[in-house]
């Protein structure tokens, strides 16, 4: 189960998130009927003080994780955790890079699955 939590003026399509959440779930062996996983998109200032609050770094960060478990549950669901994403910063490098908003998009879910299995 995928939940994704975002700002009203997020400008991405929930339909892209989730179906690129899952498979980012997919390429580390999970089965997203399997397991739970937050996506939340946010503000600079948002990313900054979690940023801040969690890791003592004072960047805006693009990507955070914040792991729960890698097992299943007594409901039988791994409630994996959350991914953190800085809206403006994924619009910002998806222009500096020249590349699609989903490719960015899709690379940075990776990185923040791998950092909730880590």
């Known amino acids: 189960m995928i939940e994704i939590k975002h700002p009203k003026n997020w400008g ?3 339909r892209l998130v989730n179906k690129l959440a899952i498979r980012a779930l997919k390429h580390f062996g999970y089965n997203e009927k399997e397991v739970e996983l937050s996506v939340y998109f946010v503000g600079r200032d948002k990313a900054k003080k979690l940023n801040i609050d969690y890791r003592q770094k004072s960047y805006i960060p693009q990507v955070l994780g914040f792991p729960m478990s890698k097992e299943k549950d007594v409901d039988g ?3 994996l955790g959350d991914i953190v994403i ?3 910063k994924l619009k910002y ?3 500096f890079l020249n ?3 989903e490719v960015v ?3 940075w879910l990776v990185h923040g699955v791998e950092n909730l299995v880590k």
Do not use: F
């Open 93 to 95: 490098e998806s222009v």
């Open 105 to 107: 998009l899709r690379e």
């Open 12 to 14: 991405l399509s929930w």
């Open 99 to 101: 590349k699609k908003i």
């Open 86 to 88: 800085c809206t403006q």
């Open 77 to 79: 669901i791994i409630h």
